[in-house]
Nanobody
């Protein structure tokens, strides 16, 4: 079983920056895509950014040019650098991992527990 541990959330003023990290534990799997989602109160969980194994990236329109996703395959860790934050970015941010078990075609998805990001005006 893969566990995801997120860190880096917190309270920041508008215009500030935060860096989120998500580390995957466990073994015997190959990570394909890693992604960050966010969910604001009363809203659905939406994709913020994703990064594939070949490091191609995808961003939500609302964060393009402000957020940057990266990964360290040696550490099984994905990062989200968030700059020029605004109150509209306030949400719980969740890490998601899509992986394949070693020596198998079985794929699975794991989610982190979420980390709160609050941007004050």
């Amino acid at each position: 079983q893969v566990q995801l541990v997120e860190s880096g959330g917190g309270l920041v003023q508008a215009g500030g920056s935060l860096r989120l990290s998500c580390a995957a534990s466990g073994s015997a799997y190959i990570i394909n895509t890693m992604a960050w989602y966010r969910q604001a109160p009363g809203k659905q969980r939406d994709l913020v950014a994703s990064i594939s194994r070949d490091e191609s990236t995808n961003y939500a329109e609302s964060v393009k040019g402000r957020f940057s996703i990266s990964r360290d395959n040696a550490k099984n860790t994905v990062y989200l650098q968030m700059n020029s934050l605004s109150p509209e970015d306030t949400a719980v941010y969740y890490c998601k991992l899509d992986a394949r078990r070693l020596y198998s075609v079985t794929t699975f998805t794991s989610w982190g527990q979420g980390t709160q990001v609050t941007v004050s005006s």
